[in-house]
């Protein structure tokens, strides 16, 4: 009973969790551990998982972004409309690279500089990029001309299609500029004081500034991906992203107050989301549902970060 | 007389620490006791205990004969016992009256009675001598005038046993003076007074007993001050005699390393000028508020500066930000090491490389090996007390963080000056002789020190020139051969004729 205790409340007790709930669904869940499905999660949660990476950074800095959904439905619209205009797919690439880090740009300056809650500040620009998404469509999905523009999802490298292998560097390359970057380490430091920081010489504006500019960046790499997987640029996809994604950094033992961060709690957190979602597909279990067990998900992991806490006793 | 208040054998251990062993001691009816120790010692371990925030692993509180099992501050309330602790817990956006009775308010059907709540805060505002309005909001009052919000609570709580932490730490003398007297008025009333300080002429001021910790021990009880002495004190508290804490030694002067010239900002109108040579320790010397912490913060470049200039060795203006400054070989270790000194969370190794790693992190990659490598150094050749530079630092004493956050400087290689406020606020008698030590090192090797302090004996112990402040302008400078104590005191204080009956030597 107290190696159970100290094996789940101990830090690696998410880890533990997810390993058991894995083994559950794979005995009890049929088909679920088949390099089919295995696939078709990794697939499901890639949208989620790269604008988790980043979106561990903008927690860690004890900052917020609520515009994660829209901008990677108003890239993944850029990529495609500029793919068709201008006839080739490398440029619709680089003018939604161009417009999501833009837009990260711009919220990272109104917050750093201005000093606007980032909470204000993402909520506004989470409302005026859906609405530009909206106005540049009419409100309708938009058709990819070129189907080449199609083998940025369904190519595949060793069998594993192209947007897991994005997704996984992505994870490996924010893991080693968490841990091992002046930058990383500088992102911890904001989030755990940001006045002691830019006393002690870190540029906490212009950190902020960068945080939220890569997030858009990483965004425009996301809705690239999922115009791709979807055959169309639409105006109204990735809704509530924010919400998922932010879930999952939480989930993964990421503090909303800044200063505690880990790229492989993020992970779990992402495929918990997933297995979750996947497996209640397999049950065939009504999709309201998965928002029911979803936030019941949640709770749960943050109570036991919470019992862990107290447990350590550490405040 | 059987005593009031009794510890008996309280035992408290945390993980990897030993906090409490074994503290046994009473305290009688109507008394101040002194509860004294070096930072560390388990002082608020055990007022943690009596406060029911956290149990002891052994022992037992009785009150008045009976004993007491608190699981929780709500508990404690209950037996009266009342801890004003050091951070404030007052909510600021409320106002006097409701932060005195919240969770408490009269009411009828859950409609707050304002009049009878006014009325009641009112007439105890004024039993205890307090001239603040019932209706103002907290936050408008001072930072004293809050710590006797504090101690009101405490009454109005009909508390028995009432024990403060540091409470004088950030009252001005006169508003020392209303608490000193507030606490005879409680003594008087038969309350025991549990009155913890790290300054040793308060306690004798004003306790009728005290006792010492010492690494969780009960090094010393005294149940009179009768026979006391200072240097006792001290020397049960650091379990050694410390004849001479400052410890100064001459040096000489060499060139101009640092020069401000007629600087300003919005706390600070007046233009201010000084300059602090190499291997100079500069003793910057005002009463609180007397604009001394702002004039530095702006002479690192924290704030926005309206107009001036800050020359480092003879050089170009350097810069208006941290960062500039840093670059330049300024460096300012600031006055509240928790809000803007060490960073929550993040390692103590982490605490001393934060600004440092910058030149041993190519492309922004980091070097664990020179990180770990630094910080071993610093910890050794500052001798900071943690089991290990991976330790959180907020699990360190004041006086170890004081040094880590030194340390986090030194191991910026091209550091010229070297501004410290408030280098030994909150820090035991050991630590301080310490920081002292590595001070006089520093200026040995070079550096321009300036170090602010409110603390008189300390200016005038380690300083080798004063400036007093007064008022956002610089009142006077002394050399070391003119120190006086009275001039420089009187120079402080805003009205010239006015002496100050409480800061006496100590």
Redesign the interface.
Known sequence: MAFLKRLLLGEQGLLVIFVIAFAAVSIFVPSFLTERNMLGLFQSVVTIGIVACTMMFCLASRDFDLSVGSIVAFTGMVAVMASNASGSIVVGLIAALACGTFVGFVNGTIIAKLKINALITTLATMQIVRGLALISSDGRAVGINDPGFYQLALSRFLGIPTPIWIMLILFCVFGFVLNRSVFGRNTLAIGGNPEASRLAGVNVDGMRIWIFTIQGLVCAVAGILLASRITSGQPNAATGLELSAISACVLGGVSLAGGRAAMTGVIVGVLILGIAENAMNLLNIQAFYQYLVRGLILLLAVLLDNVRSTGLGRK | MADFLSFSHISKT??GVKALSDVSFGVGKGSVHGLIGENGAGKSTLIRILSGDTAADSGEISIDGSAQHFSSTRDAFAAGVVVVHQELQLVPELTVAENLRLGRFPNRAGIIDFRALKAEVNRRLKDIGLTVDADTKVSKLSLGERQMIEIAKAIMLDARVIALDEPTSSLSSQESEVLFRIIGELRAAGKVIIYISHRLDEIFRLCDGCTVLRDGKLAAHHPSMADVTRDSLVAEMVGREISDIWGWRGRTAGEVRLKVEGITGSKLPHPIGFEARAGEIVGFFGLVGSGRSELMRLV?G?DPRHSGRVIIDGGESAGSN??RS?REGLV?C?EDRK????????SVG?NIV??A??HF?PF???S?KREADTAAEFIKQLRIRTPSAKQ?IVNLSGGNQQKVLLA?WLAESGVKVLIVDEPTRGIDVGAKAEIYELLYELAEKGLAIVVVSSELPEVMGISDRIVVMCEGRIAARYERADFNEHAILASALPDRTAGEPNKKAS
């Open positions: 945390y993980p690192y924290a941290p960062r840093i300012l600031s809000f803007d000194g060490i960073v929550q969370g993040l982490e934060i600004s790693r910058r992190s922004g990659v980091l664990l959180d986090r």
